[in-house]
């Protein structure tokens, strides 16, 4: 059951579709508060939800703020990162969710002034709040889900592997790369052009000399069988004679001053006005001695360049509730931005799926394109985090999302990108990422080539299965990543587990996140079938059950293990030949792993990957495997093997 209850007159975010009764006259768990709420937590009251955020899965013990922010040091005294998901759920002696629907800034306060309170304060009263009842966590967030609406559906050929550099600079150097890949034997779907690709940065634009015959150069690539997947950045080059920033002067589209006049900034140093005081200031520095104050203050001002709060409340957007100054309505930027593109692409292609997704989001942008998780590092915390996210961010509907593989800063190391393509075959969205003066680590670069073939070919195995699981989840407002607790409510232990998730229904992963270690304690919330694949071995499979408990497994650098539930199916792709994209997975000719000694069942969905009619009954496959190990489907277009 949802409640409604509304403070003075909300911003329409259209993050919740439809209208929506019934209005609460109290609000139930929550204490109101002159200028939030508050909850009285026990001990084992566990924290859910959040989306993409520092720490934990349980979010219990930290302050977090929703207010978008463009910070690429993702350490734990951080508050807010790229988006804003102002959605929870307490879980212990209450379980319920709460959404605040709010576009400004929203602060959780999760136990971190009171060890045992949970604070939350709005920026300014008007917005609407939603408590969510239910049967069980998972029914929760599907009440929550079917508020909000439907998760974006991207195509099929965007589970498949991309790769990623600032930036790769011309022609050339893309092909480059994906003859590397091809010589190799890794599977590659794409390769994302970073920045340089544009014109002196230029929004919509291609850079002439570097990209002479752009059209036909997508072309050669698409034979390849690769998408090229450009950026775009939130702000349009001033330049008399740029067709886009003409258009947007004459129709009056961009932000604009307290006077009407446009707003001009820094698309990453910020405010125009603050970056000529900041060199003001450096100038006078350079004239004197600094001492440790002000060095401190030095360090401190430029530091403040961008992210700054006071900028947000210099300039406006004309809205359809009128005109709004930007910090009531900060967190919405990166939302409209997909949602343009998107609602463009539903005019122009109506019944083809594309790939969007962004950095910057807020809940109801779930519904137009999926996320990145930003420019983390090649840190091994980072492999942790990012498996702490995923689902963080299912729970607020993003299910297409991933972390920049191997780490976007610092320089990587061989054994990292090994380790976080663990976790990162599992993930929707799997790219390689890293940063302008970092070291390439395009996994053809390195020593163990067997290995990164053979990991990357395991993630096109999984293909079926991940594309199932994913898209059932999308359509039946679901849970493609859940934690253990969910799937395990009555488990204690389950609830305090945070290096382990659910994929789906059938796997529970544990990914390795420390340098040198040769295996790690793993949980087993029930007797469970452990696979082990030997990447360098053609991806050889060994499995063995597992009683519940603690358990160490062993799992060497070129290996990747999971574990599957009894009585459950995994569908995969038949390995007979080197993949070389999604195009050569056949997803109607499968083979099946099972620990079933009494036989289980399957519903597998597939589709053509590329069109909209998602909800066709045909797209649904009903698998059986007896005890005895016999397969069938109730589809004769769907081939299965025990």
């Keep these: 059951m949802i409640y409604k209850k509304q403070y003075g007159q909300p911003f329409d975010t259209e993050s919740v579709v439809g209208s929506f009764l019934p209005m609460m006259e109290t609000i139930p768990y929550l204490t109101k508060e002159p200028d939030g709420f508050s909850y009285a937590m026990e001990p084992q009251d566990v924290l859910y939800g959040l989306g993409e955020n520092v720490r ?48 400004g800034k929203v602060t959780f306060d999760c136990g971190y002034t009171d060890l045992d309170t949970l604070r939350i304060t709005v920026a300014e009263e008007n917005y609407d709040l939603y408590i969510i009842e239910g049967e069980s966590l998972t029914d929760i967030v599907h009440q929550f889900r079917q508020l909000v609406g439907r998760s974006y559906i991207p195509p099929k050929w965007a589970f498949g592997n991309a790769q990623s550099r600032w930036s790769y600079m011309n022609e050339d150097e893309v092909r480059e790369v994906v003859a590397n890949y091809r010589a190799n034997h890794m599977p590659l779907d794409a390769v994302v052009l970073d920045i340089d690709y544009m014109e002196r940065y230029k929004d919509f634009t291609v850079d002439a000399q570097r990209f002479p015959r752009f059209a036909d150069f997508a072309a050669e690539m698409k034979a390849q069988g690769i998408h090229l997947v450009p950026i775009i950045d939130a702000a349009v080059k001033i330049e008399e004679g740029y067709d886009v920033y003409e258009e947007g002067v004459k129709n009056g589209y961009f932000c604009t001053n307290q006077d009407g006049t446009p707003f001009v900034a820094g698309l990453w140093p910020g405010l125009e006005e603050r970056l000529k005081k900041v060199f003001a200031q450096i100038e006078k520095y350079s004239k004197q001695n600094l001492d440790i104050s002000s060095f401190g203050a030095f360090t401190g001002m430029v530091a403040e360049l961008s992210n700054n709060e006071n900028d947000y409340k210099l300039f406006y957007h004309n809205t359809k509730q009128g005109r709004m100054r930007h910090d009531k309505v900060h967190n919405l930027f990166g939302y409209n931005m997909t949602r343009a593109a998107g609602e463009a692409f539903e005019r122009l292609e109506p019944d083809k799926r594309i790939l969007i997704y962004s950095r910057s989001a807020c809940i109801g942008m779930h519904r137009y394109g999926g996320i990145w998780t930003g420019d983390n590092h090649s840190w091994w915390s980072h492999i942790l985090l990012a498996l702490h996210m995923m689902p963080s961010l299912n729970m607020c509907g993003f299910l297409y999302e991933g972390p920049d593989v191997g780490g976007f800063g610092s320089n990587t190391t061989e054994d990292l990108v090994l380790r976080w393509y663990g976790l990162g075959i599992f993930s929707p969205l799997l790219r390689n990422h890293s940063a302008n003066g970092t070291r390439r680590q395009e996994p053809y670069r390195f020593k163990n080539k067997a290995a990164f073939s053979g990991i990357l070919q395991l993630r096109y195995l999984l293909l079926p299965y991940i594309y199932s699981e994913y898209m059932k989840a999308a359509l039946h407002d679901g849970m493609y990543c859940m934690p253990l607790a969910f799937a395990f409510p009555e488990d204690d232990f389950a609830r305090r587990v945070e290096d382990e998730v659910m994929i789906g229904e059938s796997l529970l992963i544990a990914p390795v996140y420390e340098q040198n270690a040769r295996g790690r304690y793993v949980y087993l919330p029930e007797e469970m079938l452990q696979v082990r694949v030997k990447c360098s071995e053609s991806n050889r499979i060994e499995t063995s059950v597992l009683p519940a408990g603690h358990h160490y497994i062993p799992v060497e650098l070129d290996e990747v293990v999971f574990f599957m539930r009894k009585g459950h199916l995994l569908p995969l792709a ?36 590329e069109t909209k009619d998602y909800d066709k009954p045909e797209h649904f496959v009903h698998i059986t495997l007896d005890a005895d190990g016999n397969a069938k489907s109730d589809r004769a277009t769907v081939k299965v093997e025990g």
Excluded at 589 to 599: C, F, K, N, S, V
């Design 56 to 103: 934990g899965i349980n979010k219990r013990g930290w302050v977090y703020e929703s207010k978008c922010s463009d910070d690429g040091n993702h350490t734990e005294g951080k508050s807010s990162l790229y988006g804003a998901y102002n959605f929870m759920i307490v879980s212990g002696k209450d379980t319920f969710g709460f959404f605040i629907d709010y576009p």
């Design 574 to 609: 038949k390995d007979g030949k080197k993949i070389q994209s999604v195009a050569d997975v056949d997803f109607a000719d499968l083979r099946l792993l099972a620990y079933a000694p009494d036989g289980a069942s399957y519903e597998y969905y597939t589709d053509d990957g």
